[in-house]
């Protein structure tokens, strides 16, 4: 079986056991159409914040298992148990703020759902736009986002 290829020289360059490399060349910059799909990289950028993007990568598996798969409406209904249970997994980026910011942009997700149809009707309702414009909106809309994650998410 030959090696992974990657186009891009510094990802090709990189070791193959790399998780950048594969994400680079499959998920990086690649549009996401479902509603969970783009929650789960609002809530991967947002746990991002302070730390390497290859640490996130090597648990976005646990990321997954942890919130339910990035349902929105699974992770719009998290309490107390759900928190403390997310506190208490080792799989995963255990800041408090940064659970509470999940639950609660599921809980704005659901919002702007019942008035868009869903997270990327929101999102196409509002593009394009400069990148200082969209800091705002999310900024208005959502929690824990600052330039760096929301210039990410829109990647």
Known sequence: MPAYSSYCEYCAAAPEDDPNRAYHDTEYGFPI???DGLFCRLVLEINQAGLSWVT??????????????????????YG???TARLLADAGIIRKRLKIAAA??????????????GSFK???????????????????????????EIVGEFLM
């Open 121 to 147: 009707g929101w999102l196409d309702a509002h593009h394009p736009r400069p990148k200082d414009q969209w800091l705002a909106l999310f900024k208005k809309n959502f929690v824990f986002v600052g330039g």
């Open 56 to 77: 996130i990568l090597k648990k976005k598996d646990a990321f997954e298992r942890a919130y339910d798969g990035f349902d929105i409406d699974t992770v719009a209904a």
């Open 33 to 35: 159409d479902s509603d």
């Open 103 to 116: 639950i609660e942009n599921a809980r704005r997700i659901v919002t702007i759902r019942a008035s868009y």
């Open 80 to 82: 107390e148990i759900e």
